[in-house]
């Protein structure tokens, strides 16, 4: 594993310490992690994964999306329905106010996608920390 692929597991271990002068380490050793596929030492801190995963979620999609939910579902839907309102829009009323829906829409399209692949990194990571467990 390279270090930023164990740092995923180091940055939600109860036994991480933040070394001014190195970075993140382990608590027991005060070095940055070595093993390769799983750590015997690790223990998953909950809360600190929970947290983790949350500012990836909120940081998915672009400014102009950043005001939408942390379910990527419903980012999707409310992005093809403002995509959609905005061309009809776009095409019956006003070529401004209908662009601005369409961009718009699609903006919490694109956040929606990135937030499913925040969840399926999450989900991976989650795997190989089951593998270590059991």
């Not at 093993?35 to 983790?52: G, P, S, Y």
């Not at 006003?94 to 829409?105: D, R, V, Y």
């Amino acid at each position: 594993m390279e270090l930023k692929e164990c740092l995923e597991f180091c940055k939600i271990c109860k036994n991480r310490h933040v070394d001014f002068k190195t970075g993140l380490v382990c608590s027991l050793t005060n070095n940055k992690p070595e093993f390769e596929n799983n750590c015997i030492n690790f223990l998953k801190d909950e809360k600190e994964a929970e947290r983790v995963l949350k500012l990836k979620l909120d940081a998915a999609g672009n400014s102009r999306s950043q005001n939408g939910s942390l379910n990527p579902k419903k980012n999707i839907n409310y992005g093809v329905f403002l995509t959609v309102a905005g061309i009809l829009v776009l095409l019956f009323i006003s070529l401004l106010f209908g662009a601005i829906l369409t961009f718009g829409g699609i903006s919490f399209f694109i956040r929606g996608k990135q937030q499913e692949k925040v969840l399926a990194e999450n989900n991976k990571l989650n795997e190989k920390i089951n593998e270590n467990v059991t």
